[in-house]
């Protein structure tokens, strides 16, 4: 992990631990969560929003006051709004997309969850997927919840990564393995 990413994660998990904390105190966590998939959404679709929260071209009283205008607007938990307009006015917004991961694996853990990492060469199927949770669950003893993928390049098989354990059964990387076998031997 690089520096840079090293502390924007720090700093993403001290400001996740609070928003927790001030949640669960006030019985909010709920709210929050709702509030993580708003914000991770509006992320992913709004190149604005991204622009703000990465470009320094913004200054701190811009950054604040398009952050209260979105908070209002989306109608955010009194939490998660005063922690959004504290980022802005500290210049930390470029740490929300690590924030949001955080938060999410804080809430999880709470509720003995854990997300599993699945990319596959072509679309799961529904029992496909469910059958791959059971599975995850039965190992892990802890709900999981899957975040699949596609990427076309694995050829066929699944990479699954479950906290920090991966099991990569696609045939790209058995191919690999092969080709290696290969030039050790010629």
């Known amino acids: 992990m690089s520096e840079t990413a090293s502390i924007s994660t720090s700093i993403a998990e001290r400001y996740a631990t609070a928003v927790y904390d001030l949640a669960k105190d006030s019985n909010s966590v709920k709210d929050v969560e709702s509030d993580l998939d708003a914000l991770g959404a509006a992320?992913?679709?709004?190149?604005?929003?991204?622009?703000?929260?990465h470009s320094p071209i913004y200054s701190r009283e811009e950054q604040t006051g398009a952050i209260?205008?979105?908070?209002?607007?989306?109608?955010?938990?009194?939490?998660?709004a005063n922690t959004l307009r504290l980022m802005a006015s500290k210049r930390r917004l470029f740490v929300l997309p690590q924030l949001i991961a955080a938060l999410r694996a804080l809430i999880a853990e709470e509720k003995g969850e854990v997300t599993a990492d699945v990319v596959s060469a072509k679309a799961l199927t529904k029992s496909q997927a469910e059958k791959l949770s059971k599975t995850l669950t039965a190992s892990t003893g802890k709900t999981?919840?899957?975040n699949a993928t596609v990427d076309e390049s694995l050829i066929g098989g699944l990479v699954v990564k479950v906290g920090s354990r991966m099991i990569d059964t696609s045939i790209r990387a058995k191919l690999n393995s092969l080709q290696n076998a290969m030039k050790e031997v010629g």
């Open 144 to 146: 999981v919840t899957l």
């Open 43 to 53: 992320i992913s679709d709004s190149a604005d929003l991204r622009d703000l929260i």
């Open 68 to 80: 209260s205008a979105i908070v209002d607007k989306m109608d955010l938990s009194q939490t998660m």
